[in-house]
């Protein structure tokens, strides 16, 4: 079996890489002092890859939106009972999730690692279902997708995702909807189930109070060899333009909320993506961070709250600048970003800026190493991008200003602004 050991010598830390011969993507974090671990199973799979086909297939097959989160609440069930179950016995903490472009089954426990661990590894490689269980499932998410559909903050984001987005499947609520989830059955869960958790597109990351020899062991007696095979997701054309620059809905809040975003030129290689989030992370705190000029102004005039965030929404064909948060009145903060980042545009960030935020960057990036959870999901993460987790340092320590000011440049564009607000109904 193929071993690497991957160093920082920034952190003097160092973590396991295997590829197991069945495909499959082994990352082992052992964390000295601390006293839980966290694992994660996760499949290159979400809810954009709803077009795809494998080396074996001539053609391109669509299924129904929201099958990969359908898949995941399914996972847990199994002819010898419910996985959730079998986790509660052993006092470990169980879940999973499914975003937009991957989806994970995780532990967190303190006591009986392997017992867990061999729950994760043989449930995930093990679907069971039947057309009953089915048709019971999309009751129960049919309720869940309403229930979204009454949520504030989760239909402010995806308003806003439709406001920018024409075609690319990040507009989709990630549940899909009544009507889609309605398709969905047996055997077409079988099929994805195939083609994505294939252990070729997937990778067990553990980090924390653990002893990899034993892990290894465990993963190793539990992993099912299967046929390779080879996935290709196809996302439809995206124009470079917005839909929209402004969606509002009513629903019950008190306070309007808002999301914001500016539409970018996604990343043309998964070895850029890295780098220009990260140089986007820098931007969004010098011109809108709570250090900056325009958030102590917007704060000192109530247009904003302690609710207000920013993030760089980035992933396969899509990238967005997003600020939300509450306000009396959103045109107005959106007016306000709107000339900020227009003068920051033609100013660009000076030096000591630069310096400051790329400091604080990197050291939130080391503080992110003391924490089980994040370095288990942060191990997936870059595992899917290409990337190692000790990148993100390397990154921020040589980012250079006059790359981050280009960029600035060449981005935050008033023509692709758009605004989502949810408003009080009758306001």
């Known amino acids: 079996m193929n071993k690497q050991i991957i160093k920082s010598m920034a952190l003097g830390e160092a973590y396991e890489f295997y590829r197991h011969p069945s495909g499959l993507g082994i990352l082992l974090y052992p964390m000295s002092g601390f006293s839980s671990v966290y694992a994660v199973f996760a499949t290159n799979y979400g809810s954009v890859n709803t077009t795809f086909k494998t ?31 079998q986790f509660s016995k052993t006092g470990a903490l169980a879940n999973a999730f499914t975003s937009f472009e991957k989806t994970s089954y995780l532990f967190s426990t303190t006591d009986h690692f392997e017992e867990c661990l061999e729950i994760l590894v043989r449930f995930v490689q093990d679907p069971y279902f039947t057309q009953q269980t089915v048709e019971k499932e999309q009751g129960i998410i049919g309720q869940e997708i309403r229930m979204y559909d009454d949520d504030p903050g989760w239909r402010v984001f995806f308003n806003l995702l439709c406001a920018l987005y024409h075609n690319h499947p990040v507009r989709i609520d990630i549940a899909g909807t009544t009507e889609s989830i309605a398709q969905i059955d047996a055997d077409l869960l079988y099929r994805c189930h195939r083609t994505f958790y294939n252990l070729n ?13 034993q892990a290894m062991e465990i993963i190793q007696r539990n992993l099912k060899a299967g046929e390779k095979l080879e996935v290709s997701s196809r996302m439809p054309e995206e124009p470079a333009g917005i839909v ?15 999301n914001l975003g500016y539409k970018e030129t996604p990343a043309a290689t ?19 961070g709570k250090g900056s000029a325009l958030y102590r102004e917007l704060y000192d005039e109530g247009l904003i709250n302690d609710t207000f965030g920013k993030e760089v929404f980035c992933g396969q064909g899509y990238l967005a600048n997003i600020f939300s948060g509450e306000s009396r009145d959103p045109r107005q903060v959106r ?15 000076d030096e000591k800026t630069f310096e400051r935020i790329r400091k604080m960057l990197y050291g939130a990036a080391v503080i992110s190493f003391n924490d089980v959870e994040s370095v288990a999901n942060e191990l997936v993460t870059a595992y899917f991008t290409d990337h190692s987790i000790y990148d993100t340092l390397d990154v921020i320590a040589h980012m250079r200003r006059e790359d981050v000011n280009a960029l600035l440049r060449r981005s935050f564009r008033p023509e692709s602004l758009a605004l989502s607000i949810v408003s009080p109904v009758g306001a």
């Open 201 to 213: 597109n997937m990778v067990l990351c553990i980090a924390g109070n653990f002893h990899p020899g």
């Open 335 to 349: 007016d306000r970003i709107r000339g900020a980042f227009s003068c920051a545009r033609e100013t660009g960030i």
């Open 55 to 85: 080396q074996k297939e001539d053609d391109y097959v669509t299924v129904p939106e929201g099958i990969a989160h359908f898949l995941e609440h399914k996972l847990f069930e199994s002819e010898e009972g419910d996985a959730f179950e």
């Open 270 to 288: 998964r070895e850029q993506e890295l780098s220009i989030q990260l140089q986007y992370e820098l931007i969004l705190c010098a011109v809108a």
């Open 244 to 258: 929209q620059a402004e969606r509002e809905q009513e629903l019950e809040v008190s306070i309007p909320l808002f």
